[in-house]
């Protein structure tokens, strides 16, 4: 247990942004799961909104350091390839 008050407070702080830090996380995931799922059921018009919505939200997790860019950029890279090898 944290014995100064500033130890303390550097406890309540980190609390904080893992709640961030997990909320966004989250919402990252949930987000790529939809350009997924509209890539296995088939469906390009979906797949290429879902993906619109999805390249910036990972983009900006990577920016705020929930994600490394290079990864981030392995994703967007990865799943923009699949949606474009879709057949209409």
Do not use: F, W, Y
């Not at 830090?21 to 469906?43: C, D, F, L």
């Not at 879902?50 to 967007?76: C, D, F, W, Y």
């Amino acid at each position: 247990m944290a014995n100064t008050s500033s130890a303390k407070k550097a406890t309540r702080a980190s609390a904080r942004r893992a709640e961030v830090n997990q909320a966004r996380t989250s919402r990252i995931r949930s987000i790529v799961r939809k350009v997924e799922e509209a890539i296995t059921g088939g469906k390009k018009q979906d797949a290429e909104a879902a993906l619109a919505v999805a390249t910036p939200e990972v983009m900006r997790g990577a920016q705020k350091g929930i994600m490394h860019k290079n990864a981030a950029s392995r994703k967007v890279s990865r799943l923009t390839l699949r949606v474009r090898a879709m057949k209409v």
